[in-house]
């Protein structure tokens, strides 16, 4: 091992670079995304029309490429459905009850179900928190006037 190499111990952990130093710059490309950019240039249509045709002659692959590009997979949609109003903690079993009935209906998946309890799981946190400190002021007011 060399003398002025250093030992696990010192070598610093994480961060690569320098402090200050930002590192690539947004929107900048890699040298092997511009190269084959560089090769297919001008020839996107020529390969899309060859894809299309592969797809209508049975090749899955093909067909499986253009579907993917044609209908997107969905990721978010708006959630509707009959849902009580939710003003207070006590209202979170109903909604919970509201949404799992819209589960077994089918109207939510499960995904949109479970994404929409960790909105209701929040809500109920921060009410819970505004009632702690409503009843940690009542105690300080009662604790002071005493």
Not at 23 to 48: D, F, H, W, Y
Not at 53 to 60: N, P, R, Y
Not at 116 to 127: C, M, Q, S, Y
Request: hydrophobic letters at 40%; aromatic letters at 2%; a neutral charge.
């Amino acid at each position: 091992m060399k003398a002025d190499a250093p030992t696990p111990a010192q070598k610093p952990r994480g961060r690569p670079f320098k402090p200050g130093n930002p590192g690539r710059q947004p929107g900048s490309r890699n040298a092997a995304t511009k190269a084959a950019e560089a090769l297919l240039e001008g020839e996107a249509e020529v390969l899309t029309r060859k894809a299309i045709e592969q797809a209508k002659a049975g090749d899955m692959t093909a067909l499986k490429l253009c579907l993917d590009r044609l209908v997107p997979v969905r990721r978010e949609r708006t959630i509707s459905f009959d849902m009580p109003k939710v003003a207070g903690a006590a209202d979170h079993p109903g909604a919970l009850l509201a949404m799992l009935e819209a589960v077994a209906a089918g109207d939510l998946t499960p995904g949109e179900a479970q994404a929409l309890a960790g909105i209701l799981k929040e809500h109920r946190a921060a009410i819970e928190t505004a009632e702690l400190a409503s009843r940690l002021d009542a105690l300080e007011e009662r604790i002071s006037s005493t």
